[in-house]
T-cell receptor, first 112, second 113 residues
Framework: GENVEQHPSTLSVQEGDSAVIKCTYSDSASNYFPWYKQELGKRPQLIIDIRSNVGEKKDQRIAVTLNKTAKHFSLHITETQPEDSAVYFCAASKDDNNDMRFGAGTRLTVKP | KAGVTQTPRYLIKTRGQQVTLSCSPISGHRSVSWYQQTPGQGLQFLFEYFSETQRNKGNFPGRFSGRQFSNSRSEMNVSTLELGDSALYLC????????????FGNGTRLTVT
């Protein structure tokens, strides 16, 4: 099955700085890559996703890039704010089924 | 539209017992997935159901099982509980089709003593 690796496991940045989280996947047939944010004690929630026919997608301060050849994708958060502090998970799946596998998560801390 | 509902929110069981967790998906969502979340282990995939059939399965022992009903509601069962089964169990529902994200419930926190 699909194997998703995520780095770093923890990330601490100063408010206003950028944060980058990277993931790699093993199954070249994977074509859907969502990112989830999980705040303490809450459910994971989708923040952005990208499909394999697109190289980059942006939504305000959040962007995701995908390199299909290298099988890796990244989450970029600019102008970080304390409320961005959470655990972020990347995931990968294929269109033909809903077998979605997650990375181990990155705990992001934004210091005011 | 109501979100994914999981019951109960908390469970305390002893080793050797069995437990059943319930999940009601978002209306119209026919795919239901289950994940185990433990500190440091992220979201481990248990299984996924669609149209009452298990389509995908993760690397968990046979003590973990599930089913889906005709109304898409799903249950997960864990038999012969072990201390290591203590975790947050998350259910997620989704539409079926290209680029369908998962929508998670609040989870059931299972503690095995």
């Amino acid at each position: 099955g699909e194997n998703v690796e995520q780095h770093p496991s923890t990330l601490s940045v100063q408010e206003g700085d950028s944060a980058v989280i990277k993931c790699t996947y093993s199954d070249s047939a994977s074509n859907y890559f969502p990112w989830y944010k999980q705040e303490l004690g809450k459910r994971p929630q989708l923040i952005i996703d990208i499909r394999s026919n697109v190289g980059e997608k942006k939504d305000q301060r959040i962007a995701v890039t995908l390199n299909k050849t290298a099988k890796h994708f990244s989450l970029h958060i600019t102008e970080t704010q304390p409320e961005d502090s959470a655990v972020y998970f990347c995931a990968a799946s294929k269109d033909d089924n809903n077998d979605m596998r997650f990375g181990a998560g990155t705990r992001l801390t934004v210091k005011p | 539209k109501a979100g994914v509902t999981q019951t109960p929110r908390y469970l305390i069981k002893t080793r050797g017992q069995q437990v059943t967790l319930s999940c009601s998906p978002i209306s119209g969502h026919r795919s239901v997935s289950w994940y185990q979340q433990t500190p440091g282990q992220g979201l481990q995939f248990l299984f996924e159901y669609f149209s009452e059939t298990q389509r995908n399965k993760g690397n968990f022992p046979g003590r973990f099982s599930g089913r889906q009903f005709s109304n898409s509601r799903s249950e997960m069962n864990v038999s012969t509980l072990e201390l290591g089964d203590s975790a947050l169990y998350l259910c997620a529902s989704s539409l079926v089709g290209p680029g369908s994200p998962l929508h998670f419930g609040n989870g059931t926190r299972l503690t095995v003593t």
